[in-house]
Nanobody
Framework: QVQLVDSGGGSVQAGGSLRLSCAASSWTYSMAWFRQAPGKEREFVAD???????SYADSVKGRFSISRGGAKNTVTLQMNRLRAEDTAVYYC?????????????????WGQGTQVTVSS
């Protein structure tokens, strides 16, 4: 089992920045962030593999940056130029299976979620 603890959410005005962090209790192949806005399905935001291969949703490319550190068991999501439509609960996720994936069912470990609110 892998335990994930995510943190760093908050409220910010449009155009501002926030940083989310997630710590895993042990090594994982890939760590990712998903988000879920009210009334919508949970969607992929970004992921990073153990060897630093990253992928991003089109809606956040050029604004968000994902990185891994701390013996590769922590992941950070730097969110810049935030928009009102970025408002959601953000969830850290992880998996041990290899190969790229942006698919929610492929991630077996989840954090508790952290709220991000962007006011326009």
């Amino acid at each position: 089992q892998v335990q994930l603890v995510d943190s760093g959410g908050g409220s910010v005005q449009a155009g501002g920045s926030l940083r989310l962090s997630c710590a895993a209790s042990s090594w994982t192949y890939s760590m990712a962030w998903f988000r879920q806005a009210p009334g919508k399905e949970r969607e992929f935001v970004a992921d990073i593999t153990w060897n630093a291969i990253t992928s991003y949703a089109d809606s956040v490319k050029g604004r968000f940056s994902i990185s891994r550190g701390g013996a590769k068991n922590t992941v950070t999501l730097q969110m810049n130029r935030l928009r009102a439509e970025d408002t959601a609960v953000y969830y850290c996720a992880a998996r041990r299976s290899s190969g790229p994936s942006t698919s929610l069912p492929d991630y077996g470990y989840w954090g508790q979620g952290t709220q991000v609110t962007v006011s326009s």
